[in-house]
């Protein structure tokens, strides 16, 4: 995915037939706009456009697969307009797509092109979390800061007040489980504002107010007190995994190494192969991972995950 040069403000007809101007507005100044032969027509945006609840979501990003590399930042952002009070659903999620597809911006060879291959990830209202850009790739969020990062916008403007309601708790969950599941520092939640000279995700919302609330949302997913639906049937190996994929390199399955990787019961692989020769002898390596375990409050009962899955079962 490029990195956006250069982002202009445009306008796009929504489905009532009127005239709206979308979002929180360019991240560099207004410039001429090229002569219409020299612009670079892209197809058409595609886009999920599904709504779903929380926990939805939730059991969706958990089984979601990123692509690699994977991601290293999450941004948050407000949509300014349109606003709780004009948002319409799939109808504004309609007009939103058709307003990118008219913004124009130009390529690292200075090419000018019309319409966006991608936008924000997510737009998250009262009525739920509303999939735009595919969650798996980059998508388009913050001129220069676009690669390896995900983007979220809280529908509503938030300069003067705190977002609250359905809307706060949608987004926390969606934060959260994201953060989670690609195993990243949720102290390090980046605000459009950090990159931009923009006040979003409005200048009302501060990281020492909402960080708090995610991580006690992360707390509660790991601890299955309702952050999550409960998943009573989840070995340890598997919670294990889910938790850290995030952070493991993807490897080919077919691979000497990645099979051996799974016949001894190793967690995945932390680094890719490389090659080194040591006294005369040339070889392949790959640095895997494994896990230790201890009971909370347990502390001389540590074992690797392996002696744990062989320990006998319980007895009532």
């Keep these: 995915m490029e990195i956006w040069k250069a982002f202009l403000k445009g306008f796009a007809e929504n489905l009532l037939g009127s005239e709206e101007t979308f979002g929180h507005g360019p991240d560099v100044p207004m410039v001429a706009r090229p002569a219409s032969g ?8 595609e886009i999920d ?28 952002h407000h949509t300014w307009k349109p606003t709780l009070e004009t948002w319409r659903g799939k109808s504004t999620i309609l007009a939103m797509k058709a307003y990118y597809e008219k913004q124009l911006w130009v390529d690292s060879q200075g090419r000018w ?11 998250v209202a009262d009525d739920g979390i509303w999939l735009f850009s595919d969650l798996r790739y980059d998508g388009v969020g913050a001129a220069g800061h676009n690669e390896r990062s995900r983007h979220l916008e809280m529908v509503g403007d938030y300069d003067e007040v705190l977002p609250s309601g359905a809307m706060l708790s949608n987004t926390i969950a969606a934060l959260g489980i994201i953060n989670e599941r690609l195993g990243l520092d949720i ?17 009302a919302v501060r990281k020492e107010w909402i960080i708090p609330q995610i991580k006690a949302w992360i707390d509660a997913y790991r ?34 190494l990645a099979k051996a990787g799974v016949a001894r019961g190793l967690l995945g692989a ?20 494994e896990a230790l375990l201890v009971p909370e409050g347990d ?15 319980e007895t009532p």
Excluded at 187 to 203: A, M, W
Excluded at 299 to 307: A, H, N, R, T
Aim: proline share 8%; hydrophobic share 40%; net charge negative.
């Design 38 to 45: 020299e612009i670079i027509k892209e197809p058409a945006m």
């Design 49 to 76: 456009g599904r709504v779903m609840t929380a926990d939805e979501f939730v059991s969706y990003v958990e089984t979601l697969e990123f692509a690699r590399p994977l991601p290293t930042k999450l941004f948050l």
């Design 223 to 256: 601890h299955d007190e309702g952050g999550a639906p409960a998943q009573p049937s989840i070995t340890v190996r598997e919670a294990l995994t889910r938790q850290i994929q995030g952070q493991l390199v993807g490897v080919n399955p077919a691979a000497a």
């Design 270 to 289: 932390l680094t890719h192969e490389t090659r080194l020769a040591v006294d005369g002898q040339r070889y392949i390596a790959q640095v895997f991972a």
């Design 113 to 123: 092109h019309e319409g966006w291959n991608a936008g924000p990830h997510l737009f």
């Design 299 to 313: 502390w001389d009962s540590v074992m690797s995950l392996d002696e744990f899955e062989k320990m006998p079962p």
């Design 187 to 203: 102290n390090k939640l980046y605000f459009h504002r950090d990159v931009s000279t923009k006040t979003c995700p409005g200048t």
